[in-house]
Antibody, heavy 119, light 107 residues
Framework: EVQLLQSGPEVKKPGTTVKISCKVS????????MHWVQQAPGKGLEWVGL????????IYADKFQGRVTISADTSLDTAYLELRGLRSEDTALYYC????????????WGQGTLVTVSS | EVVLTQSPGTLSLSPGERATLSCRAS???????VAWYQQKPGQAPRLLIY???NRATGIPDRFSGGGSGTDFTLTISRLEPEDSAVYYC????????FGGGTKVEIK
């Protein structure tokens, strides 16, 4: 069974860094693109970026370029999202989601990781 | 960036009625790269439709997608109480963007 299991909720102070994880099972991380999507409380979905674990390519949405690092560890079958210089507006659910090569849709999605930034 | 505008913001209908959700793009792109998702409170989004009109595995046939160019629609032919959710469109023809969502309420 294909599954994406994300790490637990985080509470961080402004200006600090958080790194959340997404462990995949049921498929090879190197055979797919792993994406991250942000959802602020009560808001819609916003694409953060993706990693191609096979060749190491990483693409970020313009809004997140510079403050976010996406990575993958194929030995652990895990993708990561790191956000630096946290501010209150980074408070959100962050989802990992898979896209197969040649496809354009997300399936499946992780359960989401809530990051709360508060002093 | 392709901006996807979904309308209406909220749709309130009775069980058995037909729901038509719109997703309009700010510019044209490869039109086969549109997907729709359903999100219920406290849950991750779930894929409903991909490639404009293909139902994902396990999705009831009362859900259908259509459109081309810059105008796409998701239709729920006969609303069930469990269809109460927020629905998002998404494109991946030019970068990757989501629409703002349409909330479907069942009376």
């Amino acid at each position: 069974e294909v599954q994406l299991l994300q790490s637990g909720p985080e509470v961080k102070k402004p200006g600090t860094t958080v790194k959340i994880s997404c462990k995949v099972s049921g498929f090879n991380l190197t055979d797919h693109y792993m994406h991250w999507v942000q959802q602020a409380p009560g808001k819609g979905l916003e694409w953060v970026g993706l990693v191609d674990a096979q060749d190491g390519d990483i693409i970020y949405a313009d809004k997140f370029q510079g403050r976010v690092t996406i990575s993958a560890d194929t030995s652990l079958d895990t993708a990561y999202l790191e956000l630096r210089g946290l501010r209150s507006e980074d408070t959100a659910l962050y989802y990992c989601a898979r896209i197969k090569p040649g496809a354009h849709w997300f399936d499946p999605w992780g359960q989401g990781t809530l990051v709360t930034v508060s002093s | 960036e392709v901006v996807l505008t979904q309308s209406p913001g909220t749709l309130s209908l009775s069980p058995g009625e037909r729901a038509t959700l719109s997703c309009r793009a700010s510019q044209t792109f490869s039109s086969s790269v549109v997907a729709w998702y359903q999100q219920k409170p406290g849950q991750a989004p779930r894929l409903l439709i991909y490639g404009v009109s293909n139902r994902a595995t396990g999705i009831p046939d009362r859900f259908s997608g259509g459109g081309s160019g810059t105008d796409f629609t998701l239709t729920i032919s006969r609303l069930e109480p469990e269809d109460s959710a927020v629905y998002y469109c998404q494109q991946y023809g030019s970068s990757l963007t989501f629409g703002g969502g349409t909330k479907v309420e069942i009376k």
